[in-house]
């Protein structure tokens, strides 16, 4: 009696590997954009930041009756190294950060040096006046005081709706 194979021989996923049409393949691919997109949005998360690629400091922007105040977060940076200016409705922080570590032991040495700039601009929804706007830099945050016009508050005002 001769013998016949009854199990019929499809290729195997693993055969099949370099396709597109494998769906664990597919979703493998998907997730790895998935993490990409996601940590392209947190940057300084990882224990070493490429400052060389796109640095976004983080910001918060307040508004009560007699100010704007903007907050950014810029640690490693010096005073001396943050442009900030306002045109018309905008306000636009820029700067330049970098670092240099050099470390020696006998023979071995280690120099690290990153670079990166940014400009961050944010529109803001009141008029200010940029004449007496003032800014500070602590412990890596900075503080931008707007003031708002003397007569903003008496612009303001209350408008009634009629009902038919």
Known sequence: MAERNIVSRKPSAIENRGTDDDPFITMQRRMNRL?????????????????????TPRVDVEEDEKEVRV???????????????????VLTLGGEKSSEHTEKKGQYQRIERSYGSF??????????????????????????????????????????????
């Open 35 to 55: 993490f990409d997109d996601f940590m392209a949005l947190l940057p300084g998360l990882l224990p070493y930041e490429d400052m060389g690629a796109s640095f």
């Open 119 to 164: 400009e961050r601009q944010i529109p803001l929804s009141v008029e200010v006046d940029g004449e007496k706007a003032a800014a500070e830099y602590r412990n890596g945050v900075l503080t931008i005081t707007l003031p708002k016009p003397a007569g903003e508050a008496a612009k303001t005002r209350r408008i009634e709706v009629k009902g038919a």
């Open 71 to 89: 907050t950014a977060e810029l640690p490693g940076m010096d005073a001396k190294d943050i442009n900030i200016s306002i045109h018309r409705d």
